[in-house]
């Protein structure tokens, strides 16, 4: 399903990250990534930063390269215009006009394979998949109180050593967890509950059935983009979505959502998800309010998948890496959905 990226950063040995940094950096399976920190102001930079990553490849035939981060729309449209040969790098697109008021802004995530790192699915099978995947979505305080009704209760953090080995066991295999990583997730969610909700860069999400076992778990970590008027839009991505018995992994999702929401109730966060096309994670994402973002840049609708991104042990053995579709919870389905009166009562419920 969604998947998370591990990364051990100078500041905090095995620490756990979904979302990444700025700069450069080099990620699990053959990847180069750079994020910008600030929204980048024409093509040409754009170009440059999509050429510089792509040569910090060690292996171009069989490598991976991303640029990810704001763009300027002008910048977006003459980098779509100018370098027609480059649109169809354009994986992932998305205006936040209703998240900025008044600002013309993308995220973008550029990305370039190998040529033994293509894509088996052809645009047809995509489109048949995207409207194939699609379910009604349903409020979340449904989904947690479907749990909370036959005697089940939500975990936000992962100090029971019970629950601890139970997420680990569910994530190691499928997602290439290790126990250090494990670990230091916990320790990081215990010293942000300390932090006032505003501060809060990760949520977990444990569903524990009557019987006092995890039926499903998921979490979320933020990454700050900063604007020249001193706002920042938070992305937010809700990852490692994994279930030991049918039933509870949508009310996992949507706990999380709810935990991300209660802790910023200001409109600037994009909460996203990069679902997994071989399993049933973009179902899972439709019917807890996430959807495929529709936007065009002049003629080009982006295909809105990331390609051949990284590898889950999903049980399908006949590709090593597997293609991603970037979906989010919209303005418009977070406040139906997620409304903050709804969000309020779900935490209330749920407290641990």
């Not at 998800?273 to 071989?278: S, T």
Request: proline content about 5%.
């Amino acid at each position: 399903m969604a998947t998370v990226e591990h990364i051990h950063s100078s500041e905090e040995s095995g620490f756990v990250t979904s979302v990444g940094g700025f700069g450069f950096k080099e990620r699990t399976y053959n990847r180069q990534a750079y994020t910008p920190v600030a929204p980048v102001e024409s093509a040409d930079s754009l170009d440059f930063y999509q050429q510089a990553t792509r040569k910090r490849l060690a292996d171009k035939e069989t490598g991976r390269s991303m640029v990810r981060g704001l763009v300027r729309e002008s910048a977006l449209q003459d980098f779509v215009s100018g370098f027609p040969h480059k649109k169809g790098t354009l994986e992932v697109a998305i205006p936040l006009r209703d998240e900025l008021k008044g600002e013309r802004i993308w995220f973008v995530v550029l990305g370039e394979n190998g040529n033994s790192r293509q894509s088996p699915h052809t645009q047809e099978q995509v489109r048949t998949y995207k409207e194939n995947s699609y379910r009604e979505p349903i409020p979340a305080q449904q989904l947690v109180e479907s749990v909370l009704t036959e005697g089940g209760s939500f975990s936000s953090d992962l100090e029971d050593p019970h629950i601890r080995d139970q997420v680990f066991s569910l994530w190691q295999k499928r997602f290439d967890w290790e126990q250090d990583d494990i670990d230091n997730l916990a320790k990081r969610l215990a010293k942000e509950k300390t932090l006032p909700a505003e501060e809060r860069s990760i949520w977990f999400s444990g569903v524990v059935g009557k019987d006092g076992n995890v039926k499903a778990a998921a979490m979320a970590e933020a990454l700050d983009f900063p604007l020249e008027n001193g706002e920042v839009v938070r992305f937010v991505e809700s990852t490692e979505w994994a279930s030991g018995e049918n039933g509870y992994i949508k009310p996992a999702v949507a706990y999380i959502g709810s935990q991300v929401y209660a802790d910023n109730p200001k409109g600037n966060v994009v909460l996203f998800a990069e679902c997994n096309m071989i399993n049933a994670a973009p179902t899972i994402a439709h019917a807890t309010g996430y959807s495929i973002p529709t936007a065009a840049i002049g003629d080009l609708v982006p295909s809105q998948v990331l390609q051949q991104n990284v590898h889950v042990g999903d049980g399908e053995n006949d590709h090593p890496y597997r293609d991603f579709l970037w979906m989010h919870i919209s303005t418009q389905a977070r406040a139906q959905l997620y409304p903050p009166e709804a969000v309020k009562k779900i935490i209330e419920r749920t407290r641990n």
